[in-house]
């Protein structure tokens, strides 16, 4: 798009622009770093490759307008699509298939089927709990989380086992995906040395596929021959009809659906446990009365269904989180026709930009003066009805946002819950936050000790 006027970090460069500085490991924290003196809109710049941010929140309110613009499939997503080909986090939503898998796959998020969801969250749950117990030091909580999600998307969606609890390493569909994600990020870089070393883990990236491919092709296998009908992501995608056509989805997109959901399923909200917990042991007192809150409202019992959603400050906790550390950090938005940003900045159909959220979720026009502070209150009802709608959109926007966002919060809440009614949590006062970037954001080096309480009823064994 044209970008006269719009403002970039002083000391741009001819042809290598704002190249210098810039970490290719740290692409988000960099953007927000920069961004934070740069105002609602800027513009970053390497080599022929020059990104729009857009993180006001009046300007991101615009770009939500689904009449205007809708979602982008390209920069990040568009070597994505190496993984979820058409599935539906990079599938066009001009392409058929997005529509028939959306209409598809929407009654796996209903509230029935998460109420059938709830005993299988709850197994896993356990499963935490259980390697918790048996701990003798500080737990990898990034690591833990994420087998705790990963399992659960395992189960919920596809019936299967990654047995991520009873390993001491990830499964190799986690490292698999691991390097792929960071392969399809670094493909973006223009820099000829990132480019040489993504040459070079060419042959590594087609294992990595592979093994993913494969591993998804035997699950579905799995399931067609044992004839079981059940109604999970699975069931819906191989027996269902669009409800109104009948038309099924394709084996392929079946396949590529079933990798996008374990993807998407498990990174983000795994992330978005360990943030909350990452706040939470700084916060002594929060942390305090989020412990009160499952105290009243579990006691010392497991949470049937319905009382997952009575935690509503532990919801807040993990909102508050999400806001300073969204962990899908952005989304890009494109132009249907041509347009004037905020009256002034001009766009041409099919130009596009990037919403960085951290950068939104931070706008003091939306969050007053101390938006760096961690404070689960700014999600009391009263306060969030105060602010502008689009000032939070940690599950993204329009009829491209999450389709899994029930699901997260239950396993979230229920998780954090869990793991609050149990344990007095220990955090190692040296530790200074650290994110690593891979699609998603993560607390890197984050340990915890956790203990059975012994001030509540429950922690007595
Ligand atoms: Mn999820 C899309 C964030 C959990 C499956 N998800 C999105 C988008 C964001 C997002 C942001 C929109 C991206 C874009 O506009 O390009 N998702 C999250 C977060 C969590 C999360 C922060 C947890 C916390 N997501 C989940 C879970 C599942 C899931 C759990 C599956 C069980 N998400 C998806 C799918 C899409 C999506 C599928 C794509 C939906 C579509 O475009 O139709």
Known sequence: MDTTGIPHRPGRLPVIGDLIGADVRTPLQDTVRIGKTLGPIF???????????????????????????????????????????????????????????????????????????????????????????????????????????????????????????????????????????????????????????????????????????????????????????????????????????????????????????????????????????????????????????????????????????????????LDEAMRLWPTAPGYEREARADVLLGGRYRMREGDWVIVPLPLLHRDPAAWGPDAESFDPDRFEPAAVRKRPAHAYKPFGTGERACIGRQFALHEAVLALGMVLQRYELEPDPDYRLEIVESLTLKPSGFTLRPRVRTDSTLGRV
């Open 43 to 317: 513009t970053r710049k390497f080599l022929g490759l020059e990104l729009v941010f857009v993180s006001g929140v009046d300007l991101v309110a615009e770009l939500n307008d689904e009449t205007r613009f809708g979602k982008y499939v390209g920069l990040g997503l568009k070597h994505l699509r190496a993984l979820g080909g058409d599935g539906l986090f990079t599938a066009h939503t001009n392409e058929p298939n997005w529509r028939l898998a959306h209409d598809i796959l929407q009654p796996a998020f209903h509230a029935e089927a998460m109420r059938g969801y709830h005993p299988i969250m709850l197994d896993v749950a356990r499963e935490l709990v259980a390697s918790w117990d048996a701990a003798t030091g500080p737990v990898d909580v990034s690591a833990d989380m994420t087998r705790l999600t990963l399992e659960t998307i395992g189960r919920a969606g596809f019936g299967y086992r990654f047995g991520s609890f009873e390993r001491t390493e990830p499964h190799p569909f986690v490292a698999a995906m691991i390097r792929a994600l960071r392969f399809a990020q670094l493909s973006n870089v223009p820099l000829p040395l990132v480019r040489r070393m993504v040459a070079s883990s060419k042959r590594q990236n087609r294992a990595d596929l592979a093994l993913m491919t494969g591993l998804v092709d035997e699950v579905i296998e799995t399931r067609r021959r044992s004839g079981e009908d059940s109604r999970d992501l699975l069931g819906l995608m191989l027996s269902e009809g669009h409800p109104e056509t009948g038309e099924k989805l394709d084996p392929v997109n079946i396949r590529n659906q079933a990798i996008t959901f374990v993807v998407a399923g498990h990174e983000t909200t795994s992330g978005a446990l360990s943030f909350a917990l990452y706040y939470l042991t700084r916060h002594p007192e929060l942390l305090a009365r989020a412990q009160a809150e499952v105290d009243a409202v579990w006691g010392d019992r497991e949470p049937e269904f319905a009382e997952v959603a009575k935690l509503r400050y532990v919801r807040r906790v």
